[in-house]
């Protein structure tokens, strides 16, 4: 209960920071980040001195019983009541916000032809830096992960599907405790490992073969992610110097993390490495991103970012070569930024 006083507080913070009056959320996401429920349906209404919940009927009870710090008020139609609660409190609420980035495009259409400003970050700056409870959910995530691998390995053979890994690898995990994959999991046997992002398949594995499992698990509401590639079979000698460039690429990025470091040089740091061998037109997407309550968050890591790690932030390190019509090579560790170095988490 503590830790959600605290993020509220946070919040209330930036609204004074920013000059607004209150901020409206209804994305399950924010509403559990700041409440610790974690249902579909409920609207928040957080102004700089007071927050409500919008409660559907059939929710309000349970909602009560968990969020007995946040006033909560029963409707079958929470916009409508937020609404109603902004024009009643409008002589201390005359400037509410919306994220854009949280809303669908019709829920954002609602609030902003009802006067409502559009207003992002605001509950994305809170979930920067993990501490208490969330290290020790997405540790136990990233420890699932990571486990799940070792013994799902050595049942990796020829004659089995893609698919059929993945199910597996799933089912490891989530006998392990996580609730479920932290996104679709892929398993690419081949020249599908050359697909960043393959939709895991019906194919069957073959001896000699490339095999690149990207996948993750949530635990408590939080993800982990890791790739891991291998050679099933006798590698050649295409594929073990590509492999030992993307291992030097991520082991020399990796070494670089640390708290007020510039997410754009880490991309640098893995990019220039991936370059120097002549590979880097082969690199075709960003080092890494941040990893928490969604798969992908921020910080980014890629030529572009603004973002400077600080300690406490969770992100992936994942350089890759990808060679069109022969295999891939990516390998992706999610790690915690720390003051003065890093800590690998899905070892």
Not at 97 to 115: D, H, L, S, V
Not at 141 to 159: D, N, Q, V, W
Not at 216 to 224: A, K, P, Q
Request: proline share 2%; with cysteine.
């Amino acid at each position: 209960m503590k830790i959600y006083k605290e993020r509220i507080k946070e919040l209330q913070y930036s609204l004074k920071k920013e000059k607004l009056d209150a901020v409206v959320i209804n994305r399950v996401l924010e509403t559990g980040f700041l409440t610790g429920f974690y249902l579909s349906g409920c609207v928040l209404l957080v102004s700089k001195t007071n927050i409500c919940a919008f409660v559907p009927k059939m929710l309000f009870e349970h909602f009560k019983s968990k969020v007995s710090f946040v006033e909560a008020v029963s409707s079958n139609d929470m916009k409508s009541a937020v609404l109603a609660e902004i024009k009643k409190s409008k002589f201390k609420i005359k400037k509410t916000a919306f994220q854009p980035e949280t809303e669908t495009y019709i829920n954002g259409m609602f609030w902003k032809t009802r006067g409502l400003i559009e207003k992002t970050g605001l509950t994305a700056s809170l979930r920067l830096v993990k501490k208490g409870a969330e290290l020790k959910a997405i540790r136990k995530s990233c420890h699932i992960a990571a486990e799940a691998f070792a013994i799902i390995k050595p049942r990796i053979k020829t004659g089995r599907t893609e698919i059929s890994i993945a199910r597996e690898l799933e089912g490891i995990m989530q006998s392990m405790g996580a609730t479920g994959p932290s996104f679709d999991t892929i398993v690419a046997f081949g020249a599908n490992s050359a697909r960043p992002h393959h939709e895991t398949s019906m194919r069957v594995l073959k001896k000699n073969e490339a095999i690149l499992i990207d996948y993750g698990c949530v635990y408590d509401f939080y993800c982990s992610d890791r790739t891991k590639t291998f050679f099933y079979g006798k590698a050649g000698a295409e594929f073990k110097k590509v492999y030992s460039i993307v291992e030097a690429s991520q082991k020399k990025a990796i070494k670089a993390l640390k708290s007020g470091t510039k997410a754009s040089f880490i991309d640098k740091i893995a990019r220039d490495v991936i370059m120097d061998k002549g590979y880097g037109q082969y690199f075709v997407h960003g080092t890494g991103h941040g990893v928490g309550l969604e798969i992908h968050e921020a910080p980014t890591v890629n030529s572009k970012s603004k973002d400077i790690l600080k300690e406490g932030m969770i992100l992936t390190v994942e350089p890759g070569i990808y060679l069109n019509g022969k295999f891939g090579v990516r390998i992706e560790d999610t790690l915690l930024v720390k003051k003065k170095g890093y800590e690998i988490l899905t070892k």
